[in-house]
């Protein structure tokens, strides 16, 4: 596969928008983990679309990306974010949602709304969205699914897979392979199912990640994904291509990571830099 191609002539939007609805009170890491991923694989402009407390707490490790100050409800994103949201959506922006929106429990709160009608704007647009975390299990909870597209990315870990398919964990465990492809088929998009050897299927293929080591069981280690996704995604890389290169950065630089910082040392806000290096091994 080939990295994303850098012409000589070119500017920041040449390699891609990528707007990350991400964050909540208790979860400001991942919006932070997953936006500075997006700019190290290569993206050109990230914007972070994040409740305010959230902003103020990224910014302050993150001066690299644009941040779009969302109306919050509780813990976590109000109804109005979502026209602050669909508004500054342009065509050909890549979207990503979910890591980190969790509402605490007991918190009066509107995200399922929320993801709802955002799925339905973004997908009236014709979006490349990777939808992670709560966004899958609050999409796995709608009677009426919003119709998604190829060009979605899905990145389950087990557990969420098994609330979008409705069977157990072992079941998919069992046959990883199978389940990834049974959603794809069902969701109509791309899906990534995390963990050791993640498989990536769409409706008529499937592959099987041989990168990555137990460095990456870290909390965090995910939501840095979604991010290189969406990043390849910005740079033209299309959604089957994007899950498989993705994940195969992702575990390259968890490798160089634990060369460094051994298997137990590595933190998820080790990774990005390592997503760099990774490029730069793979440039070569
Ligand atoms: N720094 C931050 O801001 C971080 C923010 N984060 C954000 O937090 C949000 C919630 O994420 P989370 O990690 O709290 O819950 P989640 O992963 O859904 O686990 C819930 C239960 O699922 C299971 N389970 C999990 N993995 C499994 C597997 N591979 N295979 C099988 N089962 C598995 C396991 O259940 P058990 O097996 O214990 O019954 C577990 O107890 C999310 O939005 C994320 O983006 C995180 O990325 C962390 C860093
Ligand atoms: N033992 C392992 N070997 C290879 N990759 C792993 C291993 N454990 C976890 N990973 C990878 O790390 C990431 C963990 O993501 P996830 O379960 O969503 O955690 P989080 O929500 O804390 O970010 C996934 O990409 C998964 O494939």
New binding site residues.
């Given amino acids: 596969m080939q990295l994303p191609f850098r012409p000589s002539d070119s500017n920041k939007f040449t390699f891609g928008n990528v707007l990350n609805m991400a964050g909540s009170l208790n979860y400001r890491g991942a919006a932070y983990l997953s936006s500075v991923s997006a700019l190290r694989v290569g993206a050109g402009y990230v914007t972070l679309a994040a409740i305010p407390p959230v902003i103020e707490s990224v910014a302050s490790q993150l001066p690299d990306a644009v941040y779009l100050p969302l109306p919050q409800c509780g813990s976590t994103m109000a109804k109005d974010a979502v026209q602050v949201i669909l508004n500054r959506f342009k065509p050909g922006t890549v979207c990503s949602l979910g890591c980190g929106i969790s509402a605490i429990e007991d918190d009066p709160h509107d995200l399922p709304f929320v993801v709802h009608a955002l799925l339905d704007g973004l997908m009236k647009q014709k979006a490349s969205l990777v939808l992670?975390?709560d966004g899958l299990n609050i999409f796995a909870t709608f009677d009426d699914k919003p119709k998604l597209s190829e060009r979605c990315v899905m990145t389950p870990?087990p557990k969420e897979l098994s609330r979008l398919l409705n069977v157990s964990v072992e079941e998919i465990q069992k046959n990883r392979i199978d389940a990834a492809r049974d959603a794809s088929k069902r969701f109509g998009t791309v899906v990534l199912l995390?963990?050791?050897r993640?498989v990536v299927a769409n409706g008529n293929e499937f592959r099987i990640n041989d990168t990555?080591?137990?460095a990456?069981?870290?909390?965090?280690?995910?939501?840095c994904?979604t991010g290189i996704i969406a990043g390849l995604l910005a740079q033209k890389v299309e959604p089957f291509d994007a899950a498989v290169f993705g994940?195969k950065i992702?575990?390259i630089a968890?490798e160089l990571a634990a060369k460094k910082l051994s298997d137990y040392g590595v933190l998820?806000s080790d990774l990005p830099r390592y997503i760099a290096k990774a490029m730069l091994q793979l440039q070569h």
């Fill in positions: 992670d975390a870990h995390k963990g050791h993640t990555g080591c137990s990456l069981a870290k909390a965090g280690s995910g939501d994904l994940a992702h575990g968890g998820a």
